[in-house]
């Protein structure tokens, strides 16, 4: 009944057709969550009181008219550890936050819950979000179920390797430059960054704040549009969000590509700086999209090219604004002192911050204070707002020759786990294909295709126009029809 092909949407029929109860299901993730979590490191928390919960939900299966306004009832669901969860442990993967249990739910948290869900528990991500590995978590690297040699992508590492490896149907993850789509890419499954302002932010770690949004991660694309339906919305606890009126995505999932018009943006095909498979894999997507009547629009973006260093500067600036809260003193971890005589209040702040955050997080605030000082703040925070605003014209106008834009995720399948850990510039680049989707406000999904030689997944992005997530999710879902990259390798994880 349940196994490691099931996804949201099986848990979802199968609990309403009375074929498994709320608890039933709860235990089959939490069983392949605790035995597996050794070897991936994909939970920094497992909640504790979920199968009471659930256990609960037994007998209370709610009426059609209830399933309606509980669309994912009795489903316990991942969540990456920057959003905040009432009462269970958030640490954002920091020593800062190692041991701070929120007072409130983040919205996005609190309509998955009126929506009937569960937390299973809250997942591993490289440290405040900044990097492209998991790697930088302080609560140790997270590996990709595919080889466990292997880096799962980040910064949503824990989400992507969690849903890959059927440790929860699916999750939450956070994207500021590229964070859901590339772990997606490298663990096989499906993830949407949303249109900016589509999903509140209220209750999510700040990273960089006009550039952070939440979206799903899934195993296919329907389970992505269910998820994304109950997060999305006006929220007058952040007034970046949009009062643009959220559609049934789900209902109107439509394969039919035909007369579709695709962008394919030339700065990221040239197949010189692709890695093979992942260029054969975009050949076929083409090849595919020509045939079912799709017409593919060569365009030509050339400020992409610059996304990397627009991206760190303004997300680096945000980033040391947003974490100069974390002093220690109204939260955030506080150092031991044997004594505070000559313990000034900077010394103080000093050694607490320099004891919690990790390397990564460190420099990223010293390159935004940097940017952002007296003297230095027009040559490049601005100029890089400048190009910022440059970049999202050039989309828009390239958004009058095609309906989508299709592009790589990123040049690579999944890195070796330590391969650039210690080449923060290589790090870096690995964002080229992500960041500019975020820079300039767009959406962006990921949707896996096919296995590399090594057998490891490969996905390939669309890029939309703001607030059209769905043309979004019908190119996926053509694409989910087509190669099938779920129902052919789904099988192939089951041996961990
Ligand atoms: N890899 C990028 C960074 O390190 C993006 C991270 C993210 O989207 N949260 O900043």
Redesign the pocket.
């Known amino acids: 009944m349940l196994d490691t092909g099931t996804t949201l949407s099986d848990v979802i029929r199968l609990i309403k057709e009375r074929v498994v109860k709320v608890s039933e299901v709860t235990q089959f993730y939490l069983e392949r969550a605790t035995r597996l979590n050794p070897s991936i490191n994909a939970f920094i928390t497992v909640n504790d009181a979920v199968l009471d919960q659930a256990q609960k939900m037994d007998d209370q299966l709610p009426n059609q008219e209830q399933w309606e306004k509980q669309p994912l009832w009795g489903v316990p669901l991942g969540i990456k550890d920057m959003f905040c969860t009432k009462g269970l442990r958030t640490t954002a993967a920091s020593r800062m936050l190692a041991q701070f249990v929120p007072p409130y739910d983040a919205t996005v948290v609190s309509r998955l819950k009126q929506a009937g869900a569960l937390i299973l528990g809250k997942l591993n991500q490289?440290e405040f979000?900044?990097?492209?590995s998991t790697e930088t978590s302080y609560f140790g690297q997270c590996r990709n179920p595919w080889h466990l040699e292997y880096v799962p992508g980040?910064?949503s590492g824990g989400s992507a390797a969690a849903v890959a490896a059927s440790m929860c149907p699916a999750a939450l993850g956070?994207?500021?430059?590229?964070?859901?789509r590339?772990p997606a890419h490298f663990c096989g499954i499906v993830g949407i960054k949303p249109t900016y302002g589509r999903v509140s932010r209220f209750g999510i770690v700040a990273?960089a704040s006009s550039l952070d949004q939440a979206g799903p991660m899934t195993k296919t694309v329907e389970d992505a549009a269910r998820i994304l339906e109950v997060i999305s919305g006006l929220d007058i606890k952040d007034q970046t969000t949009s009062s643009e009126k959220v559609p049934s995505w789900s209902n109107n999932l439509n394969p039919n590509v035909r007369g579709l018009r695709v962008g394919v943006l030339q700065e990221f095909m040239d197949k010189s700086s692709l890695n093979i498979d992942v260029a054969r894999a975009l050949e076929e997507v083409e090849a595919f999209l020509r045939k079912e009547g799709a017409s593919l629009v060569p365009i030509s973006l050339p400020l992409v090219k610059h996304g990397v260093s627009v991206?760190?500067l303004i997300?680096s600036s945000e980033a040391s604004s947003n974490l100069a809260r974390y002093d220690g003193v109204r939260y955030g971890h506080r150092a031991q002192f044997d004594h505070f005589s000559g313990v000034t209040l900077e010394r103080f702040y000093s050694r607490n911050r320099s004891e919690g955050f990790g390397a990564e997080v460190k420099s990223r605030i010293m390159l935004g204070t940097y940017c952002l000082s007296a003297g230095y703040y027009d040559a490049y925070y601005k100029k890089a707002s400048q190009v910022r605003r440059l970049l999202r014209d050039d989309f828009l106008k390239a958004f009058q020759q095609c309906d989508v834009i299709l592009s790589p995720v990123s040049t690579t399948p999944a890195f070796r786990l330590g391969e650039r850990l210690h080449d923060p510039l290589q790090?870096?680049l690995?964002?080229i294909c992500?960041?500019s989707v975020?820079l300039a406000g767009l959406c962006g999904i990921s949707v896996p295709v096919t296995l590399s030689s090594q057998g490891l997944p490969i996905g390939v992005q669309f890029i939309g126009k703001p607030f059209d997530e769905q043309s979004l999710f019908n190119c996926g879902f053509a694409l989910e029809k087509a190669f099938a990259f779920y129902r052919r390798f789904k099988n192939e994880l089951p041996r961990l």
């Open positions: 490289d979000a900044m990097g492209s980040g910064s956070t994207d500021t430059g590229g964070s859901i590339q990273f991206y760190y997300a790090m870096y690995n964002d992500t960041v975020n």
